[in-house]
């Protein structure tokens, strides 16, 4: 009997594929080393799915040295454990799957269809595998419904996706050596001046997209705004009030604006012109990745890393198919009456389907963008085997009448505009309103438009200038970038991938580049990229990252090597990495005042001491190594003032105030935990009058 | 020694007043003047603009900080 290993990419996918291989939809369970994997037998087959923790293997210096040493250049993959710190779980993966490995004579990689799935798999085979990519077939499917994984293994592509995989070590190891050699040049830089450790990284794709917001932030920071004026203007037509602009819109005079107001006030005017217009509204078209995270983020508020990880929990609970796509395609093959019968047995669909059955169109509007491995990102129709959490549920709605309204009919909507003439000036009342709702009912409420409605008017009928009067108002600086708007700036510029983008926003955040919802550059930000602008401006140069992402698409098509990319790379960095090291005082002492006091305010309260009207700092006992808040009046008054401070856990001060006591905030973070945020006052406040209880007797 | 920017104590180039961003600011408070002038029919006088712009959300912080430094020295003088 032959032995067939199935590699997939989560233990979720595993359990699905298991199911969907066995007869009875109930496969066995093995246990390897600690593991769980899961085992069907067929008359001719044993089959083993065994599942991957997503990334087994990463790229690390073949010698192992300081970690502040840099330049880098020669690397190899290793297994993360062996790399990062915290990765026990790994290796007892690895060890798992290499003993079930040497029973294979069949291998199939069953991990998701895409550049980062297949470098999983791929490493796995290799290294793990015992050199298995060689002879390993591969699965390619969208959904993880038992139907299409079915068809994935019994009809599987004779070889591994190499093209996506290369192009895939490509990124990990082009990223690797930009990210090792220029974050330790600035980390070692600073260290050098300071004598204080802190991490300062850069990347490929970190570096141009920091320089987006810094950019932005240097405009709204020196933003000078200039004053103009509007008319607040309201038009009595036939005793309904109706808003109306003057033909100027913005006035640059505060002069004109009351010359134009002495003019009109109390004046009848006459309508001397109506206007009516109708346009199409195709439906919208169906959901790529980005569109799905700025949707998302539009209507529901999730930032796009979290959109991406509940889109990913309803791929692994088989309720749509893979998210990590950049297709607006939704091909036939889907079966979208399937999908729809599906989706009317959920209730809140039942009406919109059956509506869709009679007057929907039969295919969808698809949009431009295509991608070779996944289709758009559509419902699968199989109903929620669990309960759905709130976020959950919300996506998936989003999902289900984005896909619905994809095959509704156009919508029309017509704008209407009434010109009233008062003397020499012009004044228009404006409407806008839905005449045939087309799809708009089907994506609910993610579907808003205002609908204004002007009173009925004829040409020549005469009206009153109710009220008149000017708005002194300033221009605006640039809108700060959001989330969702910066992750649509760099799709845009094209670095980055649909896959790293938002995590690459993460990553900036967790250095203290950025701030707030609404991005802030930190003054740390400012001094990266002028660092980076005046020593090595090709690294954060969005077209030279552009080019790189270019070819590295390439080597997907099989146009290009992934060796020569790696020599081009390195022969570029070299250069810049020995000038930065020879620049290195220089470079620390520009970033030491910015790191001194971005340390100092990461440690000192906003609030005085209470007692001496002192500063508070955090400091840390030099004998117990215990935290705590302490008075730098101490050494000046003798003031003895302190607070605890919990003892584990990241501690940042919050710009916020304690309601109760006024106090600073400070939030407390730690790996796997929602963030603590606590008053060390009332905390300090409520252990006294615990400890100042009479203790209860135990008679 | 790097030299530093009076307002911010970030390095600036020798040659310049400021730093890069409060330079950007004192470029755009030069050019935004006659516009605000003219809005206010020539009456406006250059100290009556600075503290307009200091009580208003839309002017940013490092135009904030340079027209403060600009009042001070001013002041100063």
Known sequence: ???????????????????ALSDDHQPGKIYVNGVTFFEITNPNERIIVCSALGHLYAVAPTKTESRSHYPVWEYAWKPKHVVERGQGRQEKWIKAIEKVSKDALRFVDACDYDVEGSLIGYTILKYACHGADAQALRMKFSTLTGKELRAAYWNPLPHLDFELAFAGMCRHEVDWLYGINLSRALTQSAFKVSKRY???????????????????????????????????????VDGQIVDAEHEDGHIESQAIAERIVKECRGKIGVISKLDSSNYRLPPPTPLDLSTLQNEAYRHLGYAPRYALS????????????????????????????????????????????????????VTPNEGRKEDPAHPAIYPTGSL??????????????????????????????????????????????????????????????????????????????????????????????????NPSSLLKTMEDAEIGTKAT???????????????????????????????????????IDTTFTRELEEKMQHIELGEESKERIIKETIGALKPIIE?????????????????????LAS?????????????????????????????????????????????????????????????????????????????????ARKRAIIAAMPSKSLV | MVDLCPICRRPKETADQYCALHLSALHNLELAYPQWNKAYSGKLSQTEYYKKLLHLNETGEAAKALIRHVLQEFEGS
């Open chain 1, 579 to 599: 000038d930065l090291k020879s620049k290195e005082q220089q470079i620390g002492e520009e970033l030491n005042t910015i790191i001194t006091d971005s340390w």
């Open chain 1, 1 to 19: 009997m032959t032995t067939t290993l199935v590699v997939t990419e989560k233990p979720d996918a595993a359990l699905h594929v298991a199911e």
């Open chain 1, 384 to 481: 929620p085997k669990r309960s759905l959490g709130l976020d959950e549920q919300r996506l998936f709605d989003l999902v289900v009448r984005r896909f619905l309204s994809t095959f509704g009919n156009a919508a029309t909507r017509q704008t209407n505009k009434a010109t009233v003439a008062v003397g020499q000036h012009k004044f228009y009342l404006r409407g806008s309103r839905t005449i045939e709702s087309g799809w708009i009912p089907l994506y609910g409420p993610y579907a808003k438009f205002d609908d204004v409605t002007l009173p009925p008017m004829r040409e020549g009928q005469t009206v009153k200038i109710e009220s008149i009067r000017p708005e002194t108002r300033h221009t605006q600086p640039p809108s700060r970038y």
């Open chain 1, 310 to 361: 509940i889109a990913e929990r309803l791929y692994l609970d088989q309720l749509i198919s893979y998210p990590r796509t950049s297709s607006q395609k939704l091909p036939p093959s889907i079966g979208y009456r399937e999908i729809m019968n599906g989706l009317a047995k959920i209730g809140g669909y039942q009406q919109d389907v059956a509506g869709l059955m009679i007057t929907g169109r």
């Open chain 1, 198 to 236: 802190t991490t300062l990284s850069t990347g490929r794709v970190q570096g141009p997209t920091l320089r987006f917001i810094v950019e932005r932030e240097k405009e709204i920071q020196a933003f000078v705004p200039t004053p103009f004026w509007t008319l607040r203007t309201r038009v009595d």
């Open chain 1, 603 to 683: 440690i000192t309260l906003a609030v005085p001491c209470p007692k001496c009207g002192s500063s508070l700092k955090i400091v840390k006992n030099p004998r117990t190594r215990k935290r705590f808040i302490g008075c730098t009046g101490k050494w000046k008054s003798n003031c003895s003032f302190s607070l605890p401070l919990p003892q584990k856990g990241r501690l940042r001060l919050l710009n916020k105030r304690c309601p109760e006591c006024a106090f600073q905030l400070i939030q407390v973070s730690s790996k796997g935990r929602r963030p603590l945020i606590s008053c060390a006052n009332c905390y």
């Open chain 1, 501 to 539: 983008r938002a995590e690459i926003i993460d990553t900036l955040y967790k250095r203290g580049y950025l701030k707030d919802q609404r991005i802030a550059a930190t003054p740390l930000a400012f001094s990266i990229i002028e660092i980076l602008s005046k020593y090595c401006p090709k690294v």
